[in-house]
C-alpha cells in the first residue's frame, strides 16, 4: 500500500507537469492560488464563527526556539502547557478548556492529528512555526474540515509559499538553560519558468527547566512549486526528528518539598550503596516524515479544483528505567508475563529493567474540494479519505536479575488499522447588501479495528463503526462597514479515542465508551473603524452529551485518561480588543469568562484487598453539579507595545490563568491556583546593512520571576481497611529565563 501511494503522489506531480500552461505566472494569480490550499477547511470574512487569523510575520515576531502552543498563548479562551517547564519539549494546548485531543489541526488542508490518539505532538514538528505562512484558530465547532472531529476547536497551519524574489535567512537564538535554536533558509523565488524551491533546516538544543527536560530536535523542510496562470503544484517534504526526556511523571509535593521544583523521578533509582542515582537514557524518541502533494486548477473563471495527497511515516519509541515505586526493588516479572527468575541461587520476583514502548504507524490521506462562485451564492464541495495503520510493541533490552530470558524479550504487541472516509459540502449566500447566509454538513464514517495484546497482555481485538451528520448554519449581518453581527448553531460527534476503547474492551463492555456529541452556540459581535481600533465580544454555550472528560489520571505513558458525562456544558464570553493609543502605543488585550459544569456526576474508585493485590469492589460519590477538570472560569491577556521608531518596538505581555481542578470533585486538594505571568521583549532591525537585513531581539519570559503550575495529575487507591493513597504529580513551569535572538535577511 505505501508503494502504490508513493506512487500515485509521483505519477500525479509528473502528469501534471505534462498539462502546465506554458503562460508565465502573475502575482495576482500566485495569491488566488495559495488561497486556495486552505480556503475549503477556513472560516471566510462573513464566516459566522469566532475564529482568530495569525500572520507570518506575527509568528516570526513571537518564535525564539518555542514550539506552537506557547506562541499561540495570547489567543483568546487559549491556555499553553508544558511538561519541562519552558516552551520546547513537550507542549500542549487548551482552547474553552477543551483539550488536545478534541482539538482538529490541518496542515494545508490535511489531517496532522494522530488517528488513534485524535492529538497532535507538536514536539514531533519541532520549529514548524518557522516554516508557516499563516494559522487560522476556530473557537467551538467551527467549519467542517478533514481529519479527526473538532469538538472544542480547530486548527489551519499553512506553510509557507513561493516568495516572488529569491532570498536567504540565517537565525540564531541562545537563552536560558542552555538553550541553543539555530535556522538557516533559503529560496530561489518565482523563476521565469514559474518554478520555485524553498528550504529550511533547523536544530534546537536545550537542557530544560525540569531535570531530564534535556531536548534535541531537527526538523528538515523541502517545498518545490509550479504556478502558471490558473494552476499551482507544490510538494512538500517535512523530516522532523526528535529527542526529548521523559517530563510527564511530574512531580509530587514531597518530592518539591524535599528536592526542589526542578526535580522529575524519571528514571530514579537507588544503587546498592543506598545512593538516588538516574538512568540517563529515560527518553522519548520519534523520528516522522511528512510527504505532502497538492494541486489547484483554476477549470474556469466560477470554478476551482484543490486536490491534496499526504503520506506521514512514523516511528518512535521511549526508553525509561523500571525502578519500582520505591526505586528500589524494580518491577513484578508477572507484569511481563515472565516467570520469577533464580540467580546465583537466590529466587527475585522483582527486577530493575529497562522497558521500550514502541510505534509504527502509516497514515494516508487523499481529499479534493471544488470551489464554485456563483456570486451571490459560494459553495464548496469536499471530500476525504485516510487509512491507518500503526503498530505498537514492547521489549526488554535489560534485564539486572535474569536466568534465561532472551535479550531484547517483546511482552506485547498490537495493531491499530483506521479507516475514514467523509463528505462537506458549505455554501454561503448574500441575501443582500448587508446580510448573507451560511450552511454547512458534513458526514463522517469511521471503521478501526484493533488486535494483539496490551502492555498488561490483555487481548485487544475488536472492530468499532461510527458514522455521523454533523449540520451547522448561521447568518451574518452587516448594517454598515464598522459593524458586524453574527449568529450561528452547529453539532459535532466525534468517536472515541484508542485509549478509551482499549479500557472499554478489556472491561468485557461493562465500561461503555459512547460517542460524544455537542451542539455549538455562538453570538457574536465585531466593530472596527479607521483608527485601527478593533473590538469584539463572542458568547457561546456549548451542550454536550456523553462528553469525555479527563479524570486527572495518566496512563504509564503519559496518556490522560478520559471517562464520558452523560450532560455537561461550557458557556461563556469571549472579548477582544486593539487599540491603537497613539502613534507610539498599541493595546491588545482579551478576557474570557466562563461556567464548565458537568450535572449528575459520579465518581468511582477502586478498592483493593489489604495486600494491594487485586481489586475487590468500587466505591463511588455522587455529585449534583461539580466543574470540570482543567476548565478555567476566567483566562486573560493584555499586551502592550510601544514603537518609538519605525524599526524598534518594545512589548510587554501579561497572562491570566484562573484557577483550575484536575479532576472532576471540584476538590480544592486538587486543584491548581489562579496564576498570572509577565513577558518582556523587544526587537530593533537593522535595514540594508552590508549584510542584509539584520533583525535582533530580546526577551524576558516570566518577568517576575513567579514560581507556578499550570498542569497536574492526580490518582486516589483505596483499602478495604479505609486506607486511601493519594498520587499526585504536579508541572512547575520555568522562574525568570532569558532568550536573545539574531536573524540575518538577504
Same mark, same amino acid.
Given at each position: 500500500?505505501?508503494?502504490?501511494?508513493?506512487?500515485?503522489?509521483?505519477?500525479?506531480?509528473?502528469?501534471?507537469?505534462?498539462?502546465?500552461?506554458?503562460?508565465?505566472?502573475?502575482?495576482?494569480?500566485?495569491?488566488?492560488?495559495?488561497?486556495?490550499?486552505?480556503?475549503?477547511?477556513?472560516?471566510?470574512?462573513?464566516?459566522?464563527?469566532?475564529?482568530?487569523?495569525?500572520?507570518?510575520?506575527?509568528?516570526?515576531?513571537?518564535?525564539?526556539?518555542?514550539?506552537?502552543?506557547?506562541?499561540?498563548?495570547?489567543?483568546?479562551?487559549?491556555?499553553?502547557?508544558?511538561?519541562?517547564?519552558?516552551?520546547?519539549?513537550?507542549?500542549?494546548?487548551?482552547?474553552?478548556?477543551?483539550?488536545?485531543?478534541?482539538?482538529?489541526?490541518?496542515?494545508?488542508?490535511?489531517?496532522?492529528?494522530?488517528?488513534?490518539?485524535?492529538?497532535?505532538?507538536?514536539?514531533?514538528?519541532?520549529?514548524?512555526?518557522?516554516?508557516?505562512?499563516?494559522?487560522?484558530?476556530?473557537?467551538?465547532?467551527?467549519?467542517?474540515?478533514?481529519?479527526?472531529?473538532?469538538?472544542?476547536?480547530?486548527?489551519?497551519?499553512?506553510?509557507?509559499?513561493?516568495?516572488?524574489?529569491?532570498?536567504?535567512?540565517?537565525?540564531?537564538?541562545?537563552?536560558?538553560?542552555?538553550?541553543?535554536?539555530?535556522?538557516?533558509?533559503?529560496?530561489?523565488?518565482?523563476?521565469?519558468?514559474?518554478?520555485?524551491?524553498?528550504?529550511?533546516?533547523?536544530?534546537?538544543?536545550?537542557?530544560?527547566?525540569?531535570?531530564?527536560?534535556?531536548?534535541?530536535?531537527?526538523?528538515?523542510?523541502?517545498?518545490?512549486?509550479?504556478?502558471?496562470?490558473?494552476?499551482?503544484?507544490?510538494?512538500?517534504?517535512?523530516?522532523?526528528?526528535?529527542?526529548?526526556?521523559?517530563?510527564?511523571?511530574?512531580?509530587?509535593?514531597?518530592?518539591?518539598?524535599?528536592?526542589?521544583?526542578?526535580?522529575?523521578?524519571?528514571?530514579?533509582?537507588?544503587?546498592?550503596?543506598?545512593?538516588?542515582?538516574?538512568?540517563?537514557?529515560?527518553?522519548?524518541?520519534?523520528?516522522?516524515?511528512?510527504?505532502?502533494?497538492?494541486?489547484?486548477?483554476?477549470?474556469?473563471?466560477?470554478?476551482?479544483?484543490?486536490?491534496?495527497?499526504?503520506?506521514?511515516?512514523?516511528?518512535?519509541?521511549?526508553?525509561?528505567?523500571?525502578?519500582?515505586?520505591?526505586?528500589?526493588?524494580?518491577?513484578?516479572?508477572?507484569?511481563?508475563?515472565?516467570?520469577?527468575?533464580?540467580?546465583?541461587?537466590?529466587?527475585?520476583?522483582?527486577?530493575?529493567?529497562?522497558?521500550?514502548?514502541?510505534?509504527?504507524?502509516?497514515?494516508?490521506?487523499?481529499?479534493?474540494?471544488?470551489?464554485?462562485?456563483?456570486?451571490?451564492?459560494?459553495?464548496?464541495?469536499?471530500?476525504?479519505?485516510?487509512?491507518?495503520?500503526?503498530?505498537?510493541?514492547?521489549?526488554?533490552?535489560?534485564?539486572?536479575?535474569?536466568?534465561?530470558?532472551?535479550?531484547?524479550?517483546?511482552?506485547?504487541?498490537?495493531?491499530?488499522?483506521?479507516?475514514?472516509?467523509?463528505?462537506?459540502?458549505?455554501?454561503?449566500?448574500?441575501?443582500?447588501?448587508?446580510?448573507?447566509?451560511?450552511?454547512?454538513?458534513?458526514?463522517?464514517?469511521?471503521?478501526?479495528?484493533?488486535?494483539?495484546?496490551?502492555?498488561?497482555?490483555?487481548?485487544?481485538?475488536?472492530?468499532?463503526?461510527?458514522?455521523?451528520?454533523?449540520?451547522?448554519?448561521?447568518?451574518?449581518?452587516?448594517?454598515?462597514?464598522?459593524?458586524?453581527?453574527?449568529?450561528?448553531?452547529?453539532?459535532?460527534?466525534?468517536?472515541?479515542?484508542?485509549?478509551?476503547?482499549?479500557?472499554?474492551?478489556?472491561?468485557?463492555?461493562?465500561?461503555?465508551?459512547?460517542?460524544?456529541?455537542?451542539?455549538?452556540?455562538?453570538?457574536?459581535?465585531?466593530?472596527?473603524?479607521?483608527?485601527?481600533?478593533?473590538?469584539?465580544?463572542?458568547?457561546?454555550?456549548?451542550?454536550?452529551?456523553?462528553?469525555?472528560?479527563?479524570?486527572?489520571?495518566?496512563?504509564?505513558?503519559?496518556?490522560?485518561?478520559?471517562?464520558?458525562?452523560?450532560?455537561?456544558?461550557?458557556?461563556?464570553?469571549?472579548?477582544?480588543?486593539?487599540?491603537?493609543? =497613539?502613534? /507610539?502605543?498599541? &493595546? *491588545?488585550?482579551?478576557?474570557?469568562?466562563?461556567?464548565?459544569?458537568? !450535572?449528575? $456526576?459520579? +465518581?468511582?474508585?477502586?478498592?483493593?484487598?489489604?495486600?494491594?493485590?487485586?481489586?475487590?469492589?468500587?466505591?463511588?460519590?455522587?455529585?449534583?453539579?461539580?466543574?470540570?477538570?482543567?476548565?478555567?472560569?476566567?483566562?486573560?491577556?493584555?499586551?502592550?507595545?510601544?514603537?518609538?521608531?519605525?524599526?524598534?518596538?518594545?512589548?510587554?505581555?501579561?497572562?491570566?490563568?484562573?484557577?483550575?481542578?484536575?479532576?472532576?470533585?471540584?476538590?480544592?486538594?486538587?486543584?491548581?491556583?489562579?496564576?498570572?505571568?509577565?513577558?518582556?521583549?523587544?526587537?530593533?532591525?537593522?535595514?540594508? =546593512?552590508? /549584510?542584509?537585513? &539584520? *533583525?535582533?531581539?530580546?526577551?524576558?519570559?516570566?518577568?517576575?520571576? !513567579?514560581? $507556578?503550575? +499550570?498542569?497536574?495529575?492526580?490518582?486516589?487507591?483505596?483499602?478495604?481497611?479505609?486506607?486511601?493513597?493519594?498520587?499526585?504529580?504536579?508541572?512547575?513551569?520555568?522562574?525568570?529565563?532569558?532568550?536573545?535572538?539574531?536573524?540575518?535577511?538577504?
Amino acid at each position: 500500500m505505501k508503494k502504490v501511494f508513493l506512487a500515485l503522489i509521483v505519477l500525479f506531480f509528473l502528469h501534471a507537469t505534462q498539462i502546465w500552461a506554458q503562460a508565465e505566472p502573475d502575482s495576482l494569480s500566485n495569491v488566488q492560488l495559495d488561497e486556495i490550499v486552505v480556503s475549503a477547511t477556513r472560516a471566510g470574512k462573513n464566516t459566522p464563527l469566532s475564529y482568530s487569523n495569525i500572520t507570518e510575520a506575527q509568528l516570526k515576531k513571537e518564535n525564539a526556539a518555542t514550539n506552537i502552543p506557547v506562541l499561540l498563548q495570547t489567543l483568546p479562551s487559549l491556555v499553553a502547557v508544558t511538561e519541562g517547564g519552558t516552551g520546547v519539549g513537550n507542549t500542549s494546548l487548551r482552547i474553552r478548556g477543551t483539550d488536545a485531543t478534541r482539538i482538529n489541526v490541518t496542515l494545508n488542508g490535511m489531517p496532522l492529528n494522530n488517528p488513534e490518539t485524535q492529538e497532535v505532538y507538536w514536539v514531533n514538528l519541532p520549529d514548524l512555526s518557522s516554516s508557516l505562512q499563516s494559522v487560522q484558530v476556530q473557537r467551538g465547532v467551527g467549519t467542517s474540515t478533514n481529519g479527526s472531529a473538532a469538538f472544542g476547536a480547530s486548527m489551519s497551519l499553512k506553510t509557507i509559499g513561493a516568495s516572488s524574489d529569491a532570498y536567504g535567512a540565517a537565525s540564531t537564538s541562545v537563552g536560558s538553560y542552555n538553550t541553543f535554536s539555530s535556522s538557516l533558509a533559503a529560496g530561489t523565488g518565482l523563476l521565469n519558468n514559474g518554478f520555485a524551491v524553498d528550504a529550511r533546516y533547523s536544530k534546537v538544543l536545550s537542557d530544560g527547566y525540569i531535570r531530564n527536560g534535556k531536548v534535541d530536535h531537527s526538523n528538515l523542510f523541502l517545498s518545490l512549486s509550479h504556478y502558471s496562470v490558473k494552476q499551482l503544484l507544490r510538494i512538500n517534504y517535512i523530516n522532523g526528528i526528535q529527542h526529548t526526556g521523559i517530563t510527564w511523571n511530574g512531580t509530587s509535593p514531597e518530592q518539591i518539598e524535599e528536592f526542589g521544583r526542578r526535580f522529575n523521578s524519571a528514571g530514579a533509582y537507588y544503587d546498592s550503596a543506598n545512593n538516588l542515582r538516574f538512568y540517563d537514557n529515560d527518553t522519548d524518541n520519534y523520528y516522522s516524515h511528512i510527504l505532502q502533494l497538492m494541486f489547484n486548477r483554476e477549470l474556469t473563471r466560477k470554478l476551482s479544483l484543490n486536490v491534496n495527497l499526504n503520506y506521514t511515516n512514523g516511528y518512535g519509541y521511549y526508553e525509561n528505567y523500571r525502578s519500582g515505586s520505591d526505586w528500589k526493588k524494580g518491577d513484578k516479572y508477572e507484569k511481563y508475563g515472565l516467570e520469577n527468575q533464580e540467580v546465583d541461587g537466590v529466587e527475585y520476583k522483582n527486577s530493575h529493567m529497562v522497558r521500550q514502548k514502541l510505534l509504527a504507524n502509516d497514515f494516508y490521506v487523499a481529499n479534493f474540494s471544488f470551489n464554485y462562485n456563483l456570486n451571490p451564492l459560494q459553495l464548496v464541495f469536499g471530500g476525504f479519505w485516510s487509512d491507518f495503520d500503526g503498530s505498537h510493541y514492547g521489549k526488554l533490552p535489560w534485564i539486572k536479575y535474569n536466568q534465561n530470558i532472551p535479550e531484547n524479550y517483546e511482552w506485547y504487541r498490537n495493531k491499530g488499522v483506521k479507516k475514514e472516509i467523509s463528505f462537506f459540502t458549505k455554501a454561503e449566500y448574500q441575501l443582500n447588501d448587508k446580510i448573507s447566509l451560511y450552511g454547512d454538513v458534513q458526514f463522517r464514517y469511521i471503521d478501526y479495528r484493533m488486535e494483539g495484546t496490551d502492555d498488561d497482555m490483555a487481548d485487544l481485538t475488536s472492530n468499532h463503526y461510527y458514522s455521523f451528520m454533523n449540520p451547522k448554519g448561521g447568518v451574518f449581518f452587516k448594517p454598515n462597514d464598522n459593524n458586524q453581527f453574527y449568529a450561528s448553531v452547529a453539532v459535532g460527534q466525534r468517536e472515541p479515542l484508542r485509549t478509551d476503547l482499549k479500557d472499554a474492551v478489556k472491561f468485557g463492555g461493562t465500561k461503555a465508551i459512547e460517542p460524544e456529541k455537542m451542539i455549538d452556540y455562538e453570538l457574536g459581535y465585531r466593530y472596527t473603524n479607521n483608527q485601527g481600533m478593533q473590538l469584539a465580544a463572542n458568547l457561546y454555550y456549548m451542550d454536550y452529551n456523553n462528553q469525555m472528560v479527563q479524570t486527572g489520571k495518566l496512563s504509564s505513558s503519559g496518556y490522560k485518561i478520559m471517562e464520558n458525562v452523560k450532560d455537561s456544558y461550557r458557556a461563556g464570553i469571549e472579548l477582544e480588543a486593539q487599540v491603537p493609543l =497613539s502613534r /507610539f502605543f498599541r &493595546i *491588545d488585550a482579551n478576557a474570557t469568562f466562563s461556567k464548565n459544569i458537568i !450535572k449528575d $456526576y459520579t +465518581a468511582y474508585y477502586d478498592v483493593y484487598d489489604q495486600y494491594y493485590d487485586k481489586v475487590i469492589r468500587q466505591d463511588s460519590e455522587e455529585f449534583d453539579k461539580t466543574d470540570i477538570s482543567f476548565s478555567p472560569n476566567g483566562i486573560g491577556m493584555v499586551s502592550i507595545t510601544y514603537t518609538p521608531l519605525q524599526n524598534l518596538s518594545f512589548n510587554l505581555m501579561r497572562k491570566y490563568v484562573g484557577k483550575q481542578y484536575y479532576d472532576n470533585t471540584s476538590n480544592n486538594e486538587n486543584s491548581l491556583s489562579e496564576y498570572v505571568i509577565t513577558n518582556f521583549a523587544a526587537g530593533y532591525t537593522f535595514n540594508k =546593512s552590508k /549584510f542584509g537585513n &539584520i *533583525d535582533l531581539q530580546f526577551m524576558i519570559n516570566n518577568l517576575f520571576d !513567579k514560581e $507556578y503550575i +499550570a498542569n497536574a495529575w492526580v490518582s486516589a487507591d483505596r483499602l478495604s481497611d479505609g486506607t486511601e493513597y493519594v498520587y499526585k504529580g504536579l508541572f512547575p513551569q520555568a522562574t525568570r529565563n532569558f532568550m536573545a535572538r539574531v536573524t540575518m535577511r538577504f
